[in-house]
């Protein structure tokens, strides 16, 4: 695995390891979550984590972020982002935002209080909200930008995270189940979008989903992970593997599930 | 100040005439405009149970400072507050309990210590008005302390409230983009304890925590964003902190409890904006 790990890097991009993992091991409550964890992740390349629930595939994600303490190497490439000085700077899209549909937080608040220190509460720089609508725009959302979060539809929200994630551009984009609980069109529109950002920006991305049959399409590379790494490659090598095959139930229909 | 008294006893009310309602006057509008403020952020952040506990810890604070013989036990009042507060977070932080276990359990601990130590020798009596309040006592040296605290404390509102607010709005979020959750919420509990602990002696422990939470309540009914919650906060707060002062004159009332209820009663009238809206077709 460590010796065919830059295949299926696009020709054109640098293919260069952006973000390592050497050995991750994590223990929560006395129980092991994440064992051996070594993980190569390349700009300008789409990496899926698929498994079981509660194989460790957000909390692999969270290691990433610094919320979870952990034995093992994380390196990532030396950059000057806007995080702390030991990561570099990272776009999170969480599973599902966790926060008071009722606060009166417009799209264009979320963005300026991210990007700014002039208080929301006064009024907007036209800088910032320029930046907001380009942001918006990229992910076909810039019609968001004055309604309230809490209006917002899953899959709007979702856009809207997603450009938030991405502005100013990181260089690790770390994405947990981004579709689930977004319809079909909603689905495709998110991954076509994933897909152009990170041929556009060289950006490398992880991202957690379930959603087989959508996302062999899109991604470089598929990580099956069940508390460690069971097989990863190309989504061909990945489907060919029997402990993938029987855990998205591929042997009893020929087609993956929706 | 001269020329404050000056210009308010030309307005044509008895209540003008005062000089204690005059300087009473004065305190509202410098403190209303940061409690609501404070209170936006307080009700976005889900502490509206943390600062009430903070308001009761006051309490304890007044009692060790009595204990320990000081004359004004404004210094063990904020003392105990802070440790109170970042104990609290942290509890929460690292035993990773439910908020409202946690804050319930300090609030029984302090409120039951400061009464006990209040209580001996039979003189509670002598303290009840801290927890009432007497807005009509305040003395213009006070005012100016009451100014610089405000301007202190508002200003290190408005330097972090986009911070406070996106770490309200989710903290793994907030941590992706390199912010620091625990530093911004040790200053903002900071910044609680501060503005409660001074204006406690005019407004009373049991209605402080009112004075930041109802305006800001009021306000989310209607607003669709941060500016619009804010202005409307400072606004429902500097109404009912003139009505309620004239109507506690009138009456002869608590000003903290009568201003309070007039902020209630805007509550209730932002609830039916609130319904009217939702119920026309056309928003």
């Not at chain 1, 929200?157 to 997603?162: E, P, S």
């Not at chain 2, 936006?40 to 320990?68: E, P």
């Not at chain 2, 807005?135 to 405000?150: C, D, R």
């Not at chain 2, 402080?208 to 939470?213: A, K, P, Q």
């Amino acid at each position: 695995m460590e010796l065919d790990h830059h295949k299926g890097v696009a020709r054109h991009l640098c293919g260069e390891c952006c973000t390592k993992l050497e050995n991750i091991n994590v223990t929560l409550d006395g129980r092991r979550v994440l064992e051996d964890i070594s993980l190569h992740l390349h700009c300008g390349e789409l990496t899926t984590l698929v498994g079981p629930n509660g194989a460790g595939k957000s909390t692999l994600l969270r290691t990433l972020l610094g919320e979870v303490p952990h034995t093992g190497i994380l390196h990532f490439l030396p950059v000057f982002g806007h995080g702390r000085p030991d990561a570099p700077a990272m776009g999170y899209v969480p599973q599902q935002l966790e926060f008071d549909r009722y606060s009166p937080i417009s799209v264009l608040d979320a963005f300026s209080s991210a990007l700014s220190r002039w208080p929301v509460a006064l009024w907007h720089s036209r800088r910032h909200r320029q930046t907001a609508l380009d942001a918006l725009a990229a992910v076909h959302a810039e019609h968001l930008i004055n309604r309230r979060l809490g209006e917002l539809s899953g899959g709007e929200l979702q856009r809207v995270l997603l450009a938030l994630s991405l502005t100013p551009v990181p260089n690790l984009l770390l994405l947990d189940e981004p579709v689930s609980g977004i319809d079909l069109p909603g689905r495709e529109l998110f991954y076509r979008t994933v897909s152009e950002l990170r041929h556009d920006y060289d950006l490398s991305i992880l991202m957690v989903s379930h959603d087989l049959a959508g996302i062999t399409a899109v991604s470089d590379r598929i990580v099956f992970l069940n508390h460690r790494i069971v097989c990863a490659g190309t989504p061909a090598e990945v489907i060919a593997n029997p402990e993938v095959r029987r855990t998205f139930g591929l042997e009893i229909s020929d087609s993956p599930r929706a | 100040m001269n020329t404050w008294h000056t210009l308010i006893s030309l307005l044509p009310f008895e209540w003008a005439q005062f000089g204690f309602m005059r300087t009473a006057l004065l305190a509202i509008l410098i403190v209303s405009p940061l409690f609501a403020l404070m209170g936006t952020l307080v009700v976005n952040n889900r502490m509206a149970f943390f600062s009430d506990a903070i308001g009761h810890a006051s309490l304890t604070g007044v009692g060790l400072g009595v204990l320990l013989g000081m004359a004004n036990p404004l210094g063990a009042l904020v003392g105990f507050a802070l440790i109170l507060g970042i104990g609290i977070i942290a509890l929460q932080r690292f035993t990773r309990s439910a908020m409202d276990t946690v804050i319930s359990l300090s609030m029984s601990f302090s409120v039951a210590l400061g009464v006990v130590l209040l209580s001996r020798g039979g003189n509670f009596n002598k303290f009840s008005h801290y927890l009432i309040g007497d807005l009509l006592s305040i003395t213009n040296q006070e005012i100016a302390q009451l100014l610089v605290t405000s301007v202190v404390v508002g200003g290190g509102l408005l330097l972090g409230y986009n911070r406070i607010l996106f770490i309200g709005l989710n903290e793994s979020l907030a941590r992706s983009r390199g912010m620091n959750a625990w530093w911004t919420q040790m200053l903002f509990c900071t910044a609680i304890v501060m503005v409660v602990t001074m204006n406690l002696s005019w407004v009373g422990i049991l209605i402080v925590n009112s004075m930041l939470i109802v305006p800001a309540a009021g306000a989310r009914n209607i607003a669709r964003n941060s500016r619009q919650y804010v202005l409307y906060a400072v606004a429902i707060a500097l109404f009912s902190g003139i009505a309620g002062l004239i109507a506690s004159y009138s009456f002869n009332t608590a000003t903290g409890a009568s201003i309070v209820l007039v902020a209630m009663g805007c509550f209730v009238v932002t609830l039916g904006i609130k319904a009217a809206r939702s119920a026309s077709p056309i928003r």
